[in-house]
């Protein structure tokens, strides 16, 4: 009833073009090409799922980016064998070969495509092209099973376990918003289950 009405007042507005001129018309097919946009759109509106965004952008199985990087650097890359206790509904790997030998990296990217918050990151690099942590961001610091020290901070959202080992430096990332859930002592659990 109210797409009547509407359609009514653009009909009265039509019939006031006939004696006033164009301008009116015009306004009435630009409107109502609006309102046919507008519904399209709605009714068209559904996002691509991760399985096509995620590769889209680089990102792959996660055995295809870590033998992609292995073999880039001639060297075997341990993961951890924890995650944190949240649920994730996809993991995507990506080996990051960008121009200049500084910017190489490994990354494994854990989602859930119902709780965004429900986000892991893992970054890995040559220790010698390594981010530098700047002590004013450092909240915390713990010392791993195999005597290394791992820097907890926060940057730009996410809660964040930094380490050196095995010449590589790790991230692991977690987003804030569920920091009640994964604590600086599950990201350090994590950190201690590379020890294999």
Same mark, same amino acid.
């Given at each position: ?6 359609? *009514? @007042? ?6 006031? $073009?006939?004696? =006033? *001129? ?15 946009? %507008? @519904?399209?759109?709605?009714? =068209? !509106? ?6 096509? +965004?995620?590769?889209? +952008?680089?990102?792959?199985?996660? !055995?295809?980016?870590?033998?992609? &990087?292995?073999?880039? &650097? ?11 206790? +949240? ?5 995507? /790997? ?5 121009? /200049? %030998?500084? #910017?190489?990296? &490994?990354?494994?990217?854990? +989602? =859930? ?8 990151? @893992? !970054? $890995?690099?040559?220790?010698?092209? #390594? ?17 290394? %020290?791992?820097?907890?901070?926060? @940057?730009? *959202?996410?809660?964040?376990?930094? &380490?050196e080992r095995d *010449? ?13 859930? $994964? ?5 350090? !659990?994590?950190? =201690?289950?590379?020890?294999?």
């Amino acid at each position: 009833m109210v797409i009547l009405i509407k359609l *009514g @007042i653009l009909h009265l507005k039509y019939i006031e $073009v006939i004696e =006033n *001129g164009q301008a009116y018309f015009t306004f009435v097919n630009f409107t109502l090409f609006i309102v046919f946009l %507008v @519904i399209y759109a709605t009714a =068209n !509106d559904k996002s691509s799922p991760y399985e096509e +965004i995620y590769p889209e +952008i680089g990102y792959k199985t996660v !055995d295809d980016a870590l033998e992609d &990087f292995e073999q880039h &650097f001639k060297q075997k890359l341990k993961l951890p064998l924890r995650v944190p206790p +949240i649920s994730f509904t996809h993991h995507f /790997g990506r080996f990051s070969d960008l121009d /200049g %030998v500084n #910017n190489n990296s &490994f990354e494994l990217k854990f +989602i =859930n495509d119902q709780l965004s918050e429900n986000h892991y990151k @893992i !970054d $890995v690099r040559p220790i010698k092209n #390594n981010i530098p942590i700047r002590e004013k961001y450092v909240i915390k610091t713990f010392k791993l099973k195999n005597g290394v %020290v791992a820097n907890y901070m926060t @940057i730009s *959202g996410f809660n964040v376990l930094v &380490f050196e080992r095995d *010449g590589w430096q790790y991230m692991l990332s977690i987003d804030k918003r569920v920091s009640d859930k $994964v604590t600086p002592e599950t990201l350090l !659990d994590i950190a =201690n289950s590379i020890e294999y």
